[in-house]
């Protein structure tokens, strides 16, 4: 595709309840990131795959969310029983290096509240 | 850990002045830097990518600098313009991952 594209945009979910963001990359990218963006704040790192291996997940804040890319290719961010806390803004972006050599392009967001 | 800070946080100019941004950061061993906009409600669209190795980079009324080893950065915008309003976030790259600023929200006014 011509970009990073992320669905849903917009996702409410009662406290509990297990939500999926999912990211597709730019074609042919061999790396993905997740970032976290609260509000006010800078994005924050998640999580990073190089093809369909996951080679730093330190940054996810749980045991409640998971990451998998199992073709190298489309993403999904996995949050379960989610916590208001969980409330913010999530970035997907792609890079054609392995690591982050050249430019990362980052998709719209998926904005989650948890009512 | 990686810290990068943004002055100012905020940053209101009449159109077609000039203004700087600054970002610093607490690790000067880093592969690149990358400066984006946000738009509110919007995704990040990178402006301007410099590798660890260059000084600068310019893309029409941008030009970005690159002082390592004091970890500094500047994002300079000639002749401002009210399109230019947005979030202009600074973020360097480390190992695996992009660290980032809080970011500079700009409001140029007509």
């Known amino acids: 595709g011509a970009g990073v594209s992320q669905s849903p945009r917009y996702k409410v979910a009662k406290r509990g309840q297990d939500v999926a963001l999912r990211c597709d990359p730019i074609s042919g990218h061999v790396s993905l990131f997740w970032y976290q963006q609260a509000l006010g704040q800078g994005p924050e790192f998640l999580t990073y795959?190089?093809?369909?291996?996951?080679?730093?997940k330190s940054g996810l804040p749980s045991d409640r969310f998971f990451a998998e890319r199992p073709e190298g290719s489309v993403s999904t961010l996995k949050i379960q029983r989610t916590q208001q806390e969980d409330s913010a803004v999530y970035l997907c972006a792609s890079s054609s290096s392995r690591g982050l050599n050249t430019e990362a392009f980052f998709g719209q967001g998926t904005r989650l509240t948890v009512v | 850990k990686q810290e990068v800070t943004q002055i100012p946080a905020a940053l209101s100019v009449p159109e077609g002045e000039n203004l700087v941004l600054n970002c610093s950061f607490t690790d000067s061993a880093i592969y690149n830097l990358q400066w984006f906009r946000q738009d509110p409600g919007k995704g990040l669209t990178s402006l301007l990518l410099?590798?660890?190795?260059?000084r600068e980079q310019t893309s029409g009324r941008l030009n970005a600098s690159l002082d390592k080893s004091s970890g500094r950065s500047t994002l300079y915008i000639a002749a401002s313009q009210p399109g230019d309003s947005a979030t202009y976030l600074c973020a360097v790259t480390s190992g695996s991952r992009l660290t980032f600023g809080e970011g500079t929200q700009l409001t140029v006014n007509p």
């Open positions: 410099i590798q660890s190795s260059q």
């Open positions: 795959f190089q093809n369909e291996a996951q080679l730093d």
